[in-house]
Every structure is written in C-alpha cells, then in structure tokens.
C-alpha cells in the first residue's frame, strides 16, 4: 500500500550538515503525518521529528530543537530531514515514518509505516 525510502545519508565531521529525504509512494497524503526517527547501536529507536501533510504542525525532539528542520514537499511527495551542527551523538540510522493521522505523535509504535533507514554517521 505505500513505500518508504530514505536517502541522503552519509559521514560528515562535527559542525557539518547533511539533508535526508523520504520519497513516498502508495499514499494518500491528505491524511498521513509523517516524522523521522534514529536507531544507535545497542539503543531503542527514538523520536526526531515530526510534521503534518498541511505544513502549519511541526515537532521536534529537545536534542534536535534548533538544529534540525523538518519540511516537505507534497508535489514530489517527499519529506526532508535538514540537519545542521551535527553532533557524534547524532550518529544513527534514520528511518522515515507514516501514520494515518492528523496530528504526528512520538511514539513509534503508532506509526504505521516505515523505510529502510539510512546510516548517518558523524565522526572527526
């Protein structure tokens, strides 16, 4: 019913930026929020960021606020993940999330569906 795929991951030093994207597919955006959400080696998955399809409703984790932009662009059905200032503790995969709602949640286990992840690594 609907696919996920991000990219634009990669390494880059302490201080760089990198920009991820999501393209979708399957999926009736009118009705599906969308978020961003990281795995470390040996850690539980964690909430990043999340916006609604409408673009007027963003969120995000304390560790991201003020680094990371969450944006999206519905004619090419992709979500983009801006990540500036980027931190060693940054360092995860990152996975793209769609649920069938209207307002994004952080819990991911309500979110519906999922990409592959894509490996961001920031190291000196």
């Known amino acids: 019913q609907v696919q996920l795929v991000e990219s634009g991951g990669g390494l880059v030093q302490p201080g760089g930026s990198l920009r991820l994207s999501c393209a979708a597919s399957?999926?009736?955006?009118?009705?599906?929020?969308m978020a961003w959400f990281r795995q470390a080696p040996g850690k539980e998955r964690e909430f990043v960021a999340a916006?609604?399809?409408?673009?007027?409703?963003?969120s995000y984790a304390n560790s991201a606020k003020g680094r990371f932009t969450i944006s999206r662009d519905n004619a090419k059905k992709t979500v983009y993940l801006q990540m500036n200032s980027l931190k060693p503790e940054d360092t995860a995969v990152y996975y793209c999330?769609?649920?069938?709602?209207?307002?994004?949640?952080?819990?991911?286990?309500?979110?519906?569906?999922w990409g592959q992840g894509t490996q961001v690594t920031v190291s000196s």
């Open positions: 999330a769609a649920d069938m709602t209207w307002t994004p949640t952080t819990k991911r286990d309500e979110y519906d569906y």
């Open positions: 399957g999926v009736t955006f009118s009705y599906y929020a």
């Open positions: 916006i609604r399809w409408s673009g007027d409703w963003t």
